[in-house]
């Protein structure tokens, strides 16, 4: 039976299961209370939003599913595994195969030109240099910026660089990607050229997770998770009207 909201429940395996964590920043005297109790399961092949104000904590959460950061407290399962119990190998191969991160700060190398930032986790992953020259080259030609691989990343605009990021997290094929404020720099037109390099990703089977302020890029997701204070405020599937309505553009 249906819910009176008319969404479809997401049926693939369950590959991030977080059960109620916390995390705490101890400052000197001072604790804050980043993430109060979260609990988060993501099917594969989902795509959500997470949205919130500011210092709400979805950079905080995003750095515990992409195994960045530990809980204080709770559990975080990955692929039906206890990421606690996971030694600094098997969480490098998380970190480096499973997942594609864009980070809200880009971090890019300064000194590396457009292509050698985006070879970066090819290195890690032990690929020989020539695939990695051509895979990398490859998804900078399909993020646009193909004409841009020699330069710098001063010697780029914001939404150049953004591409950059998002290049980088997608050159090993991660069929997890999560993007904090991937279009945050970005303007509109721009915006949505990223994210329709989403829309593309989430269609060919990747689970897709993005942190944004903005309404107009939260709706392309299929399901929205508000964050406030470090707790879920709300967790809303898309209805089917909504569905149909995207199957439609
Ligand atoms: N490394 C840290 N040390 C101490 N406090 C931190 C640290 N990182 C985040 N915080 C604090 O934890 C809270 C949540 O931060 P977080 O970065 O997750 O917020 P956010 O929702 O991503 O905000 P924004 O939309 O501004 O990016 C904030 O109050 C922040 O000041
Ligand atoms: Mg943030």
């Known amino acids: ?13 369950v590959v991030i299961d977080i059960e109620n964590i916390t995390k705490d920043y101890v400052m000197g005297e001072e ?22 104000p500011s210092g709400s ?19 975080y399962g990955f692929n039906g595994r ?8 098997e969480l490098a191969a998380i970190r480096n195969r499973e997942i594609g991160f864009v980070f809200q700060t880009f971090n890019l190398l300064p000194r590396a030109n457009t292509l050698r930032n985006v070879e970066l986790p090819l ?11 051509e895979r990398a080259t490859q998804t900078l030609i399909d993020v646009g910026l193909g004409d841009r691989l020699h330069h710098k990343p001063n ?26 404020e991937p279009t945050g720099n970005l303007d509109s037109k721009t915006g949505e050229e990223i994210m329709s390099l989403f829309e593309d990703l989430y269609r060919r089977g ?25 707790l879920i405020e709300s967790d809303d599937l898309m209805t089917v009207p909504e569905l149909e309505s995207m199957a439609l553009t």
């Open 1 to 13: 039976m249906m819910d009176t909201r008319d969404s479809i429940r997401p049926v693939g395996p």
């Open 31 to 52: 604790i804050v209370h980043a993430l109060r109790g979260v609990s988060l399961r993501v099917h594969r092949n989902e795509y959500i939003a997470i949205m919130g």
């Open 57 to 75: 904590g979805k950079s905080t959460l995003m750095n515990m599913v992409g195994c960045l950061d530990t809980p204080t407290s709770g559990r």
């Open 82 to 89: 206890n990421v606690a119990e996971m030694d600094d190998d």
């Open 123 to 133: 290195i890690y992953a032990g690929v020989d240099p020539e695939t990695r020259e």
């Open 155 to 180: 010697e780029l605009s914001g939404g150049q660089r953004q591409r950059v990021a998002i290049a980088r997290a997608l050159v090993n094929r991660p069929s997890i990607i999560l993007a904090d």
């Open 206 to 230: 990747n689970t897709i997770i993005l942190v944004t302020h903005e309404a107009d890029i939260a709706r392309h997701a299929r399901r929205t998770v508000r964050l406030r204070d470090g």
